[in-house]
């Protein structure tokens, strides 16, 4: 079940570059983003709530597995799974700093 839903979305996402082109998924990508962003500092002022924001970061979730598409799409996502997990191996290496940090004050 699993695996037709995330071909469904792909597909989605691919007839979405192919309608409207990879430049206005780009310009949507970034105007969601900056969308999410304006969100979050609602929220921290207490003037959203949760909703909103996760309705904001679904947007901006789509948007960028739609740019993920078009920039690995073809590898299947092989380079971004790379890079995605040299990334996480980066912050676990910063949060293990950080607590040993924290342990010495």
Do not use: P, W
């Not at 996760?54 to 920039?71: H, Y």
């Amino acid at each position: 079940m699993r695996k037709e839903v995330m071909k469904t979305e792909r597909n989605t996402l691919q007839s979405a570059i192919y309608t409207f082109g990879e430049n206005f998924n780009i310009d949507m990508c970034i105007e969601e983003m900056a969308e999410l962003m304006v969100m979050l500092n609602h929220y921290r002022r207490g003037k959203a709530s949760i909703d909103d924001v996760l309705s904001e970061l679904a947007d901006v979730r789509i948007m960028t597995d739609t740019i993920l598409e078009v920039f690995d799409g073809e590898n299947d996502y092989a380079t971004y799974i790379k890079i995605k997990k040299q990334k996480i191996i980066r912050l676990l290496s910063r949060i293990e700093n950080e607590e040993m940090r924290k342990k010495r004050i």
